[in-house]
């Protein structure tokens, strides 16, 4: 069963990172860019300061995407905020890196809108504490602003997706990775917690993840989300037409693009899309 598309003929779309490749990535122009496209979704990552406040961004350093250097966690709240995370692409304003406080309040008076938040903070990096301190403010944010059914929690850490199901008794739909060697050490058993799975063409070969041939996965790799009821979702490297046709057809839900107004495009052109 769809965790919220109920309609078996539509692909819901997420702004990956707002819509990272048309406005700077992970600012509240990206999400608001994506928002007036029509996304269903709008998916972020979530990161903490060196004074535990969460803020929005994808790297653990500043420096690919704004003008300063070095990682999020050694930044205080204010330096951060002091950043322009505009730098990265040209003929735009400076615009700070924003809060997860904020991409909440621009969310909570759009009725339906969905959130999928990444944790980017794991156990085997940053630290349990730090990983588990980062899903528990999280969720705590989510719940003041009364967001709790709209949001997926989302990490490449199993590790932190069982913590979140086992420690809040599954009250929230969780979003890995497939195949499973994506989600790190410990993951337990993904079957247990998962909920959706972003399925990836690539293998794990001497230790290494390798990129398989064809951004979308074979068939029997979606029958076998699905047989254990985990909705199958692509990610952003499924673009083309004819990608995003056939990832539709071999049962995938949502599809994250970079660029939401040309997905949206292609998938009302196949009647996947309101």
């Not at 301190?133 to 009364?146: F, H, N, P, Q, S």
């Not at 932190?160 to 993951?187: K, S, T």
Request: glycine residues 8%; negative net charge; contains cysteine.
């Amino acid at each position: 069963m769809a965790l919220w598309n109920n309609d078996p003929n539509v692909m819901l779309v997420a702004g990956h990172r707002g819509a990272c490749h048309i406005r700077p990535e992970n600012t509240m122009t990206a999400f608001q860019y994506a928002l007036d496209a029509g996304v269903d979704m709008i998916e972020t990552d979530i990161r903490q300061t060196k004074d535990g406040q969460l803020v929005l961004m994808h790297d653990a350093k500043v420096d690919r995407t704004t003008d300063g250097a070095g990682l999020v966690r050694e930044h205080t709240f204010a330096e951060f905020r002091a950043l322009n995370a505009a730098a990265h692409l040209e003929g735009f304003a400076p615009e700070c890196p924003p809060t997860l406080e904020e991409l909440l309040a621009l969310v909570a008076p759009r009725p339906g809108m969905l959130l999928n938040l990444e944790l980017k903070e794991y156990p085997h990096v940053e630290g349990e504490a730090m990983a588990y301190d980062t899903a528990d403010k999280t969720i705590a944010l989510v719940e003041r602003y009364g967001l709790g059914d709209r949001v997926i929690l989302n990490s490449f850490s199993g590790k932190l997706l069982h913590y979140i199901a086992e420690n809040y008794h599954h009250r929230y739909p969780l979003h890995g990775f497939y195949p499973y060697f994506y989600l790190g050490p410990d993951p337990g058993d993904p079957e247990d917690y998962l909920n959706v799975a972003c399925l990836f063409h690539a293998e794990m070969k001497d230790g290494k993840i390798h990129g398989l041939p064809g951004q979308v996965c074979p068939k029997e790799w979606f029958d076998a989300l699905i047989e254990k009821n985990i909705e199958p979702w692509v990610g952003a490297g499924v673009t083309s037409y004819e990608d995003l046709a056939l990832a539709f057809q071999r049962g995938a839900r949502l599809v994250t693009t970079n660029n939401p107004i040309e997905t949206l495009a292609f998938l009302r052109r196949m009647g996947h899309h309101k």
